[in-house]
C-alpha cells in the first residue's frame, strides 16, 4: 500500500472512487453534484492524498485549500475509504502523511465537520488532536409548499460576483457560516448558484443563496429589525420555486440560531440532524 498525492489521478478515477467508498451509504452525489462540490470547497489534487493497491485507490482524503478566519486552512472535502479495504486504519495514516506536506504548502491548520452521531469517527479526530470550535444544525428535507405573503417586497437577482452587493447581505446573518457555505466557496463555483435579494424600495432587507440543481441553501437571512414581517418567507418560497429536486438541504446553521431554526419549523422544516466543526492546528 503506498500513499501519494492525488495530482496525476483522472478525473473520473477520483469520482469512481468517492462513489465506490460512500455506495453503502446512501449518498446521493452524482458526478455534476460532486464536481460542483469540489470547486465549490477549493478542492486541490496537489495537497489531498490517497492510499493505493497498486493503481487502484483504496483510501482517500480530498482536501480543499483557502482561508478561515484569515487562517491558511484545509479543509476535509471528503474522506473515504473502499469497502473492502475498511479497518486497516488506513484514514488516518493518510492524515498523518498529508500533515508535513500541508504544513510546507503554508497552511496553519486543519478543518473539518463530523456527524455528532458517528462516535467512530469522533474518537479518532479527536485522538488526533482535532478540538470541536463550533456546532451546527442540518437540515434535508422534502420540499414543502410555502404560501405567498401580500408584501410590498420586491426579490430581486444579485450577481454573486459583484464582491461589494454580495456583501452588504451578509451582514444581516446572526452567525459567521462554515467553510462549505462561505462566501468564498460560492463564489468559487458563481454558475452554480442564484442569489435572490430581498428590497423595500431600494433598501435591501434580506437574502437567499441556493444551488438550484441541488436545492442547497447555503445563505438565507433578514435584517433583524425586519424579521416576522414575512420577508424570510418569501425568500424561502422563491428558493423552493427554483430548486430543480425534490429536496431542500440547509446544511450547517448554528445550534443557537434560533431565529433561523424557528424559522424552518414554522414552515415544516424541522432539524434533521447536527454536526460538529472540528480544527486541529499544524
Same mark, same amino acid.
Not at 508535513?100 to 504544513?103: D, E, I, S
Not at 444544525?137 to 428535507?141: C, R, S
Not at 424552518?264 to 422544516?269: D, E, M, N, R, Y
Given at each position: 500500500?503506498?500513499?501519494k ?9 477520483l469520482?469512481?472512487?468517492f462513489a465506490?467508498a460512500?455506495?453503502?451509504y ?22 489531498s492524498?490517497a ?11 480530498l482536501?480543499?485549500i483557502g482561508f ?7 479543509y476535509?472535502?471528503?474522506t473515504g475509504? /473502499?469497502?473492502? %479495504?475498511r479497518?486497516? &486504519? ?7 502523511y498529508a500533515v508535513? !506536506?500541508? #504544513?510546507r504548502?503554508?497552511i496553519?491548520q ?9 462516535a467512530?469517527? /469522533?474518537?479518532? %479526530?479527536?485522538?488526533? &488532536?482535532f478540538?470541536?470550535?463550533r456546532e451546527f444544525?442540518?437540515?434535508? !428535507?422534502e #420540499?414543502?409548499p410555502?404560501a405567498a405573503r ?12 459583484s464582491l ?15 467553510w462549505q ?6 463564489r468559487r463555483?458563481p454558475?452554480?448558484f442564484?442569489c435572490l435579494?430581498?428590497?423595500l424600495g431600494e433598501r435591501?432587507?434580506g437574502?437567499?443563496v ?6 442547497d441553501?447555503?445563505r438565507?437571512a433578514v435584517?433583524?429589525?425586519l424579521?416576522r414581517q ?11 420555486a427554483?430548486?430543480?429536486?425534490d429536496?431542500?438541504r440547509?446544511i450547517?446553521?448554528g445550534?443557537?440560531d434560533?431565529?433561523l431554526t424557528g424559522f ?6 424541522p432539524?434533521?440532524g ?9
Open positions: 500500500m503506498q500513499i498525492s492525488l495530482e496525476k489521478i483522472a478525473p473520473d478515477t469520482y469512481e472512487a465506490a460512500f455506495a453503502d446512501g449518498m446521493d452525489m452524482d458526478r455534476m453534484r460532486f464536481d460542483n462540490m469540489m470547486k465549490r470547497r477549493g478542492f486541490d489534487p496537489t495537497l492524498f492510499a493505493f493497491d497498486g493503481e487502484r485507490i483504496a483510501a482517500f482524503t482536501n480543499g478561515h478566519e484569515g487562517c491558511a486552512t484545509a476535509d472535502t471528503g475509504t /473502499l469497502p473492502q %479495504y479497518g486497516r &486504519g488506513l484514514a488516518g495514516k493518510i492524515f498523518e508535513p !506536506h500541508l #504544513k504548502a503554508g496553519r486543519y478543518l473539518l465537520e463530523v456527524l455528532q452521531h458517528n467512530k469517527a /469522533l474518537a479518532v %479526530y479527536r485522538r488526533q &488532536g478540538g470541536t470550535t444544525n442540518y437540515f434535508i !428535507h #420540499k414543502v410555502v401580500n408584501l410590498e417586497v420586491a426579490i430581486r437577482h444579485i450577481a454573486i460576483d461589494s452587493a454580495f456583501e452588504a447581505f451578509e451582514a444581516f446573518e446572526d452567525f459567521p457560516p462554515s457555505n462561505s462566501g468564498n466557496s460560492i463555483a454558475e452554480a442564484v435579494g430581498a428590497f435591501p432587507v437574502y437567499c441556493l444551488e438550484p440543481a441541488t436545492g441553501i447555503p438565507i435584517e433583524p429589525q424579521r414575512g420577508i424570510g418567507t418569501e425568500l424561502l418560497r422563491e428558493a423552493i427554483a430548486t430543480e429536486g429536496k431542500i440547509i450547517n446553521t445550534i443557537r434560533d431565529a424552518l419549523a414554522a414552515h415544516g422544516i432539524v434533521t447536527r454536526q460538529f466543526e472540528m480544527v486541529r492546528e499544524l
